[in-house]
């Protein structure tokens, strides 16, 4: 399911992300799990929910691939090394942006959790449209994460505390950009 | 600083006056008003003309994106100082006093310089900040539908916004304002086209 360069230099990005606190990694799931995924979420129903002063976006429930994806021992084993925590809860939430869609600094919850996960299934998506997923830390730095379809970014918030989903204008059009967010709370 | 060497001869009328000021307390969804052909045309034009020649940097959070100007309390622009001087001057001061029934501070305005151009918007805010009274607008573009950057106000259930109930449309010497109190939500629609949004916006303050 995992692209077979990343399982054989675990070490490396760890290093990587224990020295910038953000890892960034392209082309992540294999063709064959990526094209199951795309073939779900072409079919998905999407729900429009929103709160003003905080969100507007639509949620989907996981797929079955999806969840088959993140249950595996492949990618958990990942993920852990990665963030050198061998137990913890992971919380995931499917979420799809497209025109006028957004997130605001303040939706970040109070307590964010230790560790994000972001796997980014985007096709052919406009850079004009804005959209990116930008992280704060308060100081006016500001990590603007790419715009990459099968790309995963695990992002260790206490480098990272604030995070928005920039809005999404009208070079949009009917494009959506979908992307699954995971928690991971230590236990 | 008398108010008939800048204002249109329409709102000098004592009438107009309270008609306006029925018209800002009944309006929905919170207090507001919008007054067409505001200023002397010879006037709006030399402070469109000034605007243009100020300095004005891109902003970008994610609330908002657009660009602005610094203050133009510190304008080199005489056209633009003689404009925030005609604002604070105990005459217009007064004249927003007569409308709005709000207690302003004298001598004590935000103003600026406003940009928005294609993809540029405002998310829904309340602009509440100690001391803001009134926010205002002048608007020195004209805007289609098409275009976007319409001023939306928004309806609210217990001071937490829930739809657009109005919106103000541009229209180049449009004088708009309201009053800013825990329900004055309001944005500015994206900018969906290549024309350029222009206005000088700010807040005249509590007394």
């Known amino acids: 399911m995992i692209n077979r360069f990343y399982l054989q230099n675990q070490e490396l990005i760890q290093k990587q992300f224990f020295r910038e606190g953000i890892v960034v990694l392209f082309d992540i799931l294999t063709p064959e799990i990526l094209a199951k995924i795309k073939i779900e979420l072409s079919k998905t129903k999407w729900t429009k929910d929103h709160h003003i002063l905080t969100y507007s976006y639509s949620t989907a429930l996981l797929t079955p691939v999806i969840k088959h994806l993140i249950s595996s021992p492949e990618f958990q084993h990942l993920i852990f090394k990665i963030c050198q925590q061998k137990a913890s809860l992971f919380q995931f939430q499917l979420i799809s942006c497209t025109w006028k869609n957004y997130t605001l600094l303040h939706d970040s919850q109070s307590k964010p959790p230790k560790y994000e996960i972001i796997l980014d299934f985007t096709d052919d998506w406009d850079p004009k449209a804005g959209g990116f997923i930008t992280y704060t830390n308060g100081t006016g730095e500001y990590t603007k994460l790419p715009q990459h379809n099968n790309m995963l970014a695990v992002i260790n918030r206490k480098y990272h505390p604030h995070k928005f989903i920039q809005y999404c204008n009208h070079y949009a059009q009917e494009k959506q950009r979908m992307i699954l967010f995971g928690s991971i709370h230590p236990k | ?207």
Request: aromatic share 14%; hydrophobic share 35%; charged share 25%.
């Open chain 2, 1 to 207: 600083m008398p108010l008939h060497h800048w204002l249109s001869p329409h709102y000098l009328n004592p009438k107009t006056i309270s008609t306006l000021k029925t018209k800002f307390h009944n309006a929905k969804p919170f207090l507001h008003l919008e007054l067409n052909n505001f200023f002397n045309s010879q006037k709006i034009k030399q402070i469109e003309q000034a605007l243009k020649t100020e300095s004005f940097e891109f902003k970008q959070a994610d609330l908002f994106q657009f660009s602005q100007t610094k203050d133009l309390i510190s304008t080199k622009n005489k056209v633009l100082q003689e404009f925030r001087a005609f604002l604070i001057s105990t005459e217009f001061i007064d004249f927003m006093e007569s409308i709005t029934c709000c207690k302003l501070k004298q001598k004590s305005i935000d103003l600026a310089g406003t940009l928005y151009k294609d993809t540029d918007f405002l998310l829904c805010h309340d602009d509440q900040l100690e001391g803001r009274k009134i926010a205002y607008f002048l608007y020195l573009s004209t805007m289609k539908k098409d275009d976007g950057g319409t001023l939306q106000l928004y309806n609210s259930i217990k001071n937490k916004p829930t739809q657009i109930q109005t919106t103000i449309t541009p229209h180049f010497n449009t004088f708009a304002f309201f009053q800013v109190s825990p329900k004055s939500f309001h944005s500015v629609e994206e900018v969906t086209s290549k024309k350029q949004r222009l206005a000088i916006s700010g807040w005249f303050h509590d007394k």
